[in-house]
Nanobody
Framework: QVQLVESGGGLVQAGGSLRLSCAASGGTFSRYVMGWFRQAPGKEREFVAAISGSGASTYYADSVKGRFTISRVTTYIKSTVNLQMNSLKPEDTAVYYC???????????????????WGQGTQVTVSS
């Protein structure tokens, strides 16, 4: 059974950094794009960053480009997807979710509906 478990969220001052991790198990993750999304109160879930199955390709939302870095480490039995977040802003405050693309060997997509497995989320709060 596929499981995604996020960790690393917390409270940080503007300009600070956090590193989120997503531990993925129960499937063959090396074939799948993995993505990070976020949802702020009263807003729709939005794309943050994604990385290809091999790790060779990444894609970022314009709002985080140059500040966030996605990476992954994949072994045979599990995969870890990290999101290094620097120069955090109050508008980055949200619950952050990792997710797995629903199709193998897919191109990177930014729509939440293209992802089928989701973690429970981790709260990131950036104070001004």
């Amino acid at each position: 059974q596929v499981q995604l478990v996020e960790s690393g969220g917390g409270l940080v001052q503007a300009g600070g950094s956090l590193r989120l991790s997503c531990a993925a198990s129960g499937g063959t993750f090396s074939r799948y794009v993995m993505g990070w999304f976020r949802q702020a109160p009263g807003k729709e879930r939005e794309f943050v960053a994604a990385i290809s199955g091999s790790g060779a390709s990444t894609y970022y939302a314009d709002s985080v480009k140059g500040r966030f870095t996605i990476s992954r480490v994949t072994t045979y039995i599990k995969s870890t997807v990290n999101l290094q977040m620097n120069s955090l802003k109050p508008e980055d405050t949200a619950v952050y979710y990792c997710a797995r693309d629903r199709n193998q060997y897919s191109i990177i997509k930014t729509t939440p509906g293209e992802y089928d497995y989701w973690g429970q989320g981790t709260q990131v709060t950036v104070s001004s």
